[in-house]
């Protein structure tokens, strides 16, 4: 899927993007800040070779609530339980968003679709944006979404 990327009102830039296209590094402009998102199993992106960018890595996976032995999402975790999007990571994001300026925050995950567009949509909209792109155009992760609306939220 292609990225998507929201101007926001302030003129700031949000992107969403897979991983393969992240790692090509074809979307870096201006003062770029990236959210790397990878499952817990996973090898973290390398961004090392990238200069003046920074990066929040996290790792979870991509489940909306705990799954549970002999489930049919459970075969592809093996023997182990999900890792799942909390308020520490919420507050992780929080930390980052607002705690450097950056004109343009690229968000990617895996394919792009779930995580990623979750993250992206909550930021656009603490931010001023809609975010709507990412809510009908993909298929957001709902506990990553609403855990930092909830966070932000008190």
């Known amino acids: 899927?292609?990225?998507i990327t929201e101007q926001l009102p302030d003129n700031r830039m949000i992107t969403t993007a897979s991983r393969d296209e992240i790692e090509a590094g074809v979307l870096f402009t201006g003062n770029c800040?990236?959210?790397s998102i990878v499952c817990s199993d996973d090898v973290l992106a390398d961004f090392?070779?990238?200069r003046n960018v920074k990066v929040l890595s996290l790792s979870f996976d991509d489940f909306e609530r705990p799954v549970h032995e002999g489930g049919a999402t459970w075969c592809w975790l093996g023997n182990r339980q999900?890792?799942?999007f909390d308020s520490?990571?919420?507050k992780a994001i929080d930390r980052f968003v607002f705690g450097h300026v950056w004109q343009h925050l690229?968000?990617?995950c895996y394919a792009g679709v779930s995580r990623s567009t979750a993250v992206a949509a909550a930021v656009a909209q603490k931010l001023g944006g809609s975010g709507r792109r990412w809510l009908v155009e993909r298929s957001p992760n709902n506990l990553v979404f609403q855990t930092l609306?909830?966070?932000w939220n008190g």
Request: hydrophobic share 50%; glycine share 0%.
């Open 149 to 151: 609306k909830d966070y």
């Open 48 to 50: 090392s070779r990238l």
């Open 1 to 3: 899927m292609p990225p």
């Open 88 to 90: 520490t990571f919420a």
């Open 33 to 35: 800040s990236i959210i």
């Open 106 to 108: 690229v968000v990617h």
């Open 82 to 84: 999900p890792v799942l």
